[in-house]
C-alpha cells in the first residue's frame, strides 16, 4: 500500500466567532479484517482506529474508528474559530504509525 | 419408492438452503441483541429519548462500501451545554460498532459527516450523549443492493 496521503481543506481565512467547515480525507485501504484472500486465509485488520482534530493544541473534534468506516475515510465536521492559529489533524494507523497535517488559518 | 433424479435434486437444495438459511437468521438475531447491549453501554443503561438528533443517510444505497451518513445534533454548544458524543451502530454488520464523534464547544456545531460500510439492508442508530447526561436517539433503513464487507 502506497504511503496515506491526507488531504485536508480549512478555508484560509475566516471572521472571529465564524463556524467554519473542515473536511478531511486520507488515502488508506482501511482493511477490515473480514476478508479473505484467494486461499482462503483472513486478510488481517489493519485500519485507522482514531482521527483527531486541535486547534492551537486545544480539541475540537475526534472519531473513534472502527472496520465499518469505507476506505480512504473521508470526515467532514465543524469548528467555531476565535483568533488565527492551526489546525493539527492526526491519524492514528493500527500498525502504530500516526499521519498528520497542519493547516493555518487567518482570523480577521 | 423409486427416488427420481428431480426428486433427489429438489431435496438436495432444500436442505442446502436450509442449512445456509440457518446461521444467517441466527447472526442476525445475536447481532440486534449486540446492538442493543452496545446501545446501552455508550447511555449507561439510560433509554435514549428521540428528537433533536437528526441521522441523514440514504434510503437505499447502491454500494454498501461507501455510504454517504451525516448526523446532526441542536445544540448550543456551549461549555455550560454541549453534545459530548455521538456514536453510530448498524445492526446487521458483522460487528454493529461503526465510529463514535467526539465533539467539544469548539467544534460550533455537533454536525459531522463520514462514509460507512454496510454488509446488508439494515437499520443504522445514532445515539448522542449531552454534557447533561441525557441521550437522545435517531434510526434509519437503508436498503443496501451490494454488500460493503468483501463477501
Not at chain 1, 11 to 26: D, M, N, Q, R, W
Not at chain 1, 38 to 55: A, D, H, L, M, Y
Not at chain 1, 63 to 75: G, K, Q
Request: hydrophobic residues 40%.
Amino acid at each position: 500500500m502506497a504511503a496515506p496521503k491526507p488531504r485536508v481543506k480549512v478555508p484560509k481565512s475566516a471572521a472571529a466567532g465564524e463556524v467554519i467547515t473542515i473536511k478531511t480525507l486520507i488515502s488508506h485501504t482501511m482493511e477490515s479484517g473480514q476478508r479473505k484472500d484467494s486461499s482462503g486465509n483472513v486478510i488481517p485488520r489493519q485500519i485507522i482506529n482514531k482521527f483527531t482534530c486541535e486547534f492551537n493544541g486545544k480539541p475540537v473534534f475526534s472519531c473513534d474508528i472502527e472496520p465499518a468506516i469505507s476506505a480512504n475515510p473521508y470526515f467532514e465536521f465543524t469548528a467555531k474559530v476565535m483568533e488565527s492559529g492551526t489546525f493539527t489533524f492526526a491519524w492514528a494507523d493500527d500498525n502504530g504509525e500516526t499521519y498528520t497535517h497542519e493547516q493555518a488559518i487567518e482570523v480577521k | 419408492m423409486q427416488v427420481t433424479r428431480r426428486q433427489a435434486l429438489g431435496l438436495s437444495a432444500g436442505a442446502m438452503a436450509f442449512v445456509a438459511l440457518g446461521p444467517g437468521l441466527k447472526a442476525a438475531r445475536a447481532d440486534e441483541a449486540a446492538t442493543e447491549k452496545m446501545l446501552m453501554e455508550f447511555t449507561g443503561g439510560k433509554a435514549p429519548a428521540s428528537g433533536k438528533i437528526t441521522l441523514t443517510a440514504p434510503e437505499i444505497a447502491e454500494n454498501g462500501n461507501t455510504v454517504p451518513i451525516t448526523v446532526s445534533v441542536e445544540s448550543e454548544m456551549t461549555d455550560a451545554s454541549y453534545v459530548e458524543s455521538v456514536t453510530l451502530l448498524a445492526d446487521g454488520n458483522p460487528n454493529p460498532a461503526v465510529a463514535t464523534f467526539n465533539f467539544t464547544p469548539m467544534s460550533g456545531e455537533a454536525t459531522a459527516t463520514t462514509r460507512m460500510r454496510l454488509a446488508r439492508t439494515q437499520n443504522v442508530v445514532a445515539v448522542a450523549k449531552m454534557s447533561d447526561g441525557s441521550v437522545f436517539m435517531d434510526k434509519k433503513q437503508v436498503k443496501v443492493t451490494i454488500g460493503g464487507c468483501g463477501g
